[in-house]
Each structure stands twice: as structure tokens, then as C-alpha cells.
């Protein structure tokens, strides 16, 4: 008996239990699409954490101030205290003593209400007061207007560039460029719209990239809060690769300025990307995990109900086996006869799976609001398990049929 004919056999025995195979292949199939969406979801997920991290900057390392204690002993949180100052972010700006940094962003922010001069509309966001650097080191540019240059921030010029939410709420659709807004009482001229980064819609400036107000650091510092600590500097390495000699040269660099000879009892913080990104990406990893292994059970469902199918088609074809051994089949052949049975319901199952996978990437990410990354390894992977399954789950039926003696099997009634 050829490959040609085993395949024909194996064929005619599936068609002739269409109901029967179905429900089989339905099993494989619901298995196989929910590894293939899970593992999908678990990197987008990935993909845009990553990709809203990045958007706060390139290479970015953060310092911020330290916590406070009031005399009743009460300790505020990290960033609490007034411990940085523009003195901190000017010694980080020299290259003998910080060569793998490439460009220091000083940052004094509050949350503002901030009024427009067309409609009297008002708005509250963060207003952060820095310099020419901040653009670089934030990897931002502006849509339409012009950022904040050297001669602003020697001027103490009286503009601000809005972000395109900050933009949007304020002047509803009209070109806000050259237009006036209030803080505290100060009129700033608008002179830039800065890009999107599509960090979410969400009102609060603490969560959206996208809804802030830029202006020097000499005009919030005089002008507008009227104080000469930091919240925060923002520090840009020279490269991914030089993040952590950028992060130790800043660190002793702010050790040194204190005066503070154990860096346990420093009064700052340094965060980066890396450590947001490694975290998250642990914390998708498992979820991924544990996702793929429920779905995993749905496969082992699948090989169960291949086994069943196919010791239920051994049992109803007795007699035929009988008969092909009297003829001369060999055990071998009969086994090889129903594992490829076997196969064909898993190899069915797994192409349908990746098919129903291939929707749900389509589909799913606009119901479920999140983005699903379709993973070519995953499907190839998905499919050769199908088929696995149905080998490894089909080997017992199959060597149960091929032991049947032929007289036995003649018997049989």
C-alpha cells in the first residue's frame, strides 16, 4: 500500500464522519486560535508599553528630588522635597564631568489653570518651565509654530508652547499659534503646538504626554511660581549603550554637589526607561504565560477528543481491519493508516485555528481596545503542535488497531 493510497484511505475515513470530525477539529481549532491571540496580546501589550515609555524620551534617565519629613514626623513621598536646583542641572551639562551625557533638561512644573484670550475657555494642566534642551531630550518636535530657543529663555520671553490636547481644549479647532493664554495672571504668547505622542486621551496631565504647556524656565521661575528649586531634570545619554555610565556619572556628580558621602542617604532619585520597560515587560511576560496556559488546556481538550474519535473508529472498523490484515496489510501499515487519520484532524484544527487567529488580530483589537501583534513564529509553531497532537494522541488507537488478530477481527460482529 503507497503514501498515495494511505493518503485517500485516511481521506474517505474522515469525510465519512463529517460530524464527528468537525466537532474534533473544533476542539484543535478553538485550542490553537487562543494560544495564537494570546501570545498576540501579550506582545502588543509589550509593544505599547515599550512604545508609550519611549515617548517620554530617548535615553531618558529622570532625577527627582527626595522626600520631605514635616515635624510632625509625617514623610512625604519621593519628589517631595526641594533639593534640585538649576546649579544641579547646569554641572551635569559639562562633559569633563559627565562625558557619556549628551543633553540635561532642568524642569519646574506645576499644575496651573490656564485661560485662553478668545473664548475665556480655561483649562488645568501642567505647566513645566525648562529650556532649549527639553525638546531633544524628550524627543518631541512641534506640529505647526516653533519651540522655545536660547534667546527665549535669556529674555525671559512671555510664550508657551501647548500640547495638541492642551491646544484642542482651549481653542476648539482654531489655530492656536499666536493666540494669548493666562497663567497666574501672566499672558504667555502661544508660539508652537508641539507633535502628538499619542499617550492616551485621558484629562489628567500626569498620565497624557499630550496635554501640557511648555514655557522657559526663567519665566515660570520669576514670573509664574516664583521659586528656584526643580521637580525635575531630565538627562539624556549618549547612547542606549552608555544609559548606565550616564546614570553613575550623574549620581556621583550629585552626591559630590550635596555633599553626601553615603548614597543611601541621597536626597534624589535617578529612574530610566530601561527599569520601566524591564518591569512591564516581566509583568506582560507572565500574564502571557498564564494566559497561554489556559489556552493550553483547550489543546489538551482537542488531543482528547482526537483520541476518542479515533478509538471509536477503530471499534466501528473492525471487520475492515480484519479484512486489510487477512489481505496482507502489516501492523505497520495499519498503524501508519489511522495516525494519519489522526494528523489530518489535527493539521484541519490548526489551519483553522490560525485562520480564526488571523480574524480575531483584525477584529479584536477595536472590540477589547487593545492591540494584538499576530507572531509568525506563534502560528508556524501553533500548527506544528496541531499536528503533534493529533500524532501523539492518535498513537494508542492506532496501536490498538494494529494488534487486532485478523481472525478476531473477522469475528467480530
Excluded at 521659586?227 to 550629585?254: F, G, H, K, V, W
Excluded at 498564564?290 to 476518542?308: F, H, P, T
Aim: charged share 15%; with cysteine; glycine share 10%.
Amino acid at each position: 500500500m503507497t503514501w498515495l493510497d494511505t493518503l485517500k484511505t485516511g481521506l474517505a475515513a474522515v469525510r465519512s464522519h463529517r460530524l464527528r470530525s468537525g466537532l474534533t477539529v473544533l476542539g484543535i481549532m478553538i485550542g490553537i486560535a487562543a494560544v495564537i491571540l494570546t501570545v498576540g496580546l501579550g506582545q502588543g501589550a509589550e509593544g505599547q508599553v515599550t512604545s508609550q515609555i519611549d515617548a517620554l524620551g530617548t535615553n531618558l534617565l529622570t532625577v527627582s528630588p527626595g522626600s520631605t519629613t514635616s515635624s510632625s514626623g509625617v514623610r512625604g513621598g519621593f519628589g517631595s522635597a526641594s533639593t534640585l536646583t538649576q546649579g544641579d542641572a547646569t554641572a551635569l551639562e559639562s562633559r569633563s564631568v559627565a562625558p557619556d551625557i549628551k543633553a540635561v533638561a532642568p524642569v519646574e512644573g506645576e499644575s496651573e489653570e490656564v485661560t485662553d484670550s478668545v473664548n475665556s475657555d480655561n483649562w488645568t494642566t501642567t505647566v513645566d518651565g525648562t529650556t532649549v534642551a527639553w525638546e531633544q531630550v524628550k524627543d518631541r518636535s512641534v506640529s505647526e509654530g516653533r519651540f522655545l530657543d536660547h534667546q527665549d529663555i535669556t529674555d525671559h520671553a512671555d510664550v508657551a508652547v501647548l500640547g495638541v490636547d492642551t491646544a484642542s481644549e482651549l481653542f476648539s479647532g482654531a489655530d492656536p499659534v499666536g493666540q494669548t493664554v493666562t497663567v497666574n495672571g501672566v499672558p504667555l504668547t502661544v508660539i508652537g503646538v508641539l507633535k502628538s505622542v499619542g499617550s492616551g486621551s485621558s484629562s489628567s496631565s500626569s498620565s497624557d504626554q499630550d496635554d501640557e504647556v511648555v514655557v522657559p524656565i526663567s519665566t515660570a521661575t520669576d514670573q509664574l511660581f516664583g521659586t528656584p528649586t526643580l521637580n525635575s531634570i531630565l538627562i539624556q545619554a549618549s547612547s542606549r549603550s552608555r544609559l548606565s555610565a550616564a546614570y553613575q556619572e550623574a549620581d556621583d556628580e550629585l552626591l559630590a554637589l550635596h555633599h553626601i558621602t553615603t548614597p543611601t542617604d541621597a536626597d534624589f532619585t535617578i529612574t530610566s526607561q530601561q527599569s520601566l520597560v524591564s518591569t512591564a515587560t516581566s509583568v506582560d511576560q507572565t500574564l502571557t504565560i498564564l494566559l497561554g496556559g489556559v489556552a493550553g488546556i483547550s489543546l489538551l481538550v482537542g488531543g482528547i477528543g482526537v483520541m476518542n474519535i479515533m478509538l471509536v473508529s477503530v471499534t466501528e472498523r473492525i471487520r475492515e481491519i480484519g479484512l486489510r490484515k487477512a489481505l496482507g496489510a502489516t501492523p505497520g501499515l495499519i498503524r501508519q493508516q489511522f495516525l494519519f487519520e489522526a494528523s489530518v484532524l489535527g493539521l484541519a484544527g490548526g489551519a483553522c485555528g490560525a485562520l480564526l487567529a488571523v480574524i480575531g488580530t483584525v477584529a479584536l483589537p477595536g472590540i477589547i481596545g487593545y492591540p494584538i501583534s499576530l507572531s509568525a513564529t506563534a502560528s508556524i509553531g501553533a500548527l506544528a503542535i496541531a499536528v503533534a497532537i493529533g500524532i501523539v494522541f492518535g498513537v494508542y488507537p492506532a496501536s490498538r488497531a494494529a494488534r487486532l488478530a485478523p481472525i478476531d477481527a473477522l469475528r467480530s460482529e
